[in-house]
């Protein structure tokens, strides 16, 4: 069985480095042979149909500093796992966020407008349609969709490792004559930055850490 370390939403440029420089100390230690990205890796804040503040800065700059910021953490975790390790980079919601708009507002432009590139770097594999569900050993990677733990492990009767909700768990189901297991990896975001401060209260349940899978089963690790 590989050993696979789930990075969870980073909301890029809102990343919390600290969180973040904790988790490429788990990387040295877990030693994983596959290290996904569980989508959200940027934020989109420009792009979200949401109120939004536009004093914090240009649509330019939010997507300038995020994509620099992706780019050092892929080279950060290839100069730390190694060239043996397999890396994933897939997409979550907010990583939709311009291509719904264009596909909303615009859609014949959408094919010179695209935004591909984005989520594209040397030595990783880019799964670009959110919607995809990828495979490792029988267990199911995605983003994410549902907000209630244990839904995407019921909705696909597989063990699921996702992100979405930032709120970390792990759940087990029996399933007629077998266990499955769903691991919510929770986040590595600035939880108190404006773009993330959607939520009904400051207060919030958002957990930072990430996944760990292999031949022990999956367990959720603090960052």
Request: hydrophobic content about 35%.
């Amino acid at each position: 069985m590989q050993r696979v370390l789930a990075v969870p939403d980073l909301h890029a440029p809102w990343t919390d480095i600290n969180a973040v420089t904790s988790l490429y100390s788990a990387i040295e230690r877990f030693k994983p042979s596959v290290l996904i990205q569980l989508g959200d890796l940027y934020d989109m804040y420009a792009h979200t149909r949401f109120a939004r503040s536009h004093d914090l800065c240009t649509p330019k700059e939010e997507m300038a500093e995020a994509r620099k910021f992706a780019e050092g953490f892929w080279k950060q975790c290839q100069r730390i796992a190694g060239r043996k390790c397999r890396y994933i980079q897939i997409l979550g919601n907010h990583d939709d966020r311009p291509s719904k708009r264009i596909a909303d507002k615009y859609p014949e432009i959408a094919s010179i407008l695209g935004i591909d590139h984005l989520f594209k770097f040397p030595g990783v594999e880019t799964i670009l349609d959110s919607r995809t569900e990828l495979q490792i050993d029988g267990n199911i990677y995605t983003h994410g969709h549902y907000t209630k733990h244990g839904q995407h492990a019921a909705y696909y009767g597989k063990s699921v490792i996702h992100g979405h909700t930032h709120r970390a768990a792990v759940i087990y189901i029996k399933l007629y004559d077998r266990i499955i297991w769903e691991l919510d990896a929770g986040h590595l975001a600035q939880d108190d930055s404006e773009p993330l401060s959607y939520t009904p209260t400051k207060t919030n349940k958002w957990t930072k850490g990430h996944g760990e899978i292999d031949e022990l089963g999956p367990r959720w690790v603090a960052d």
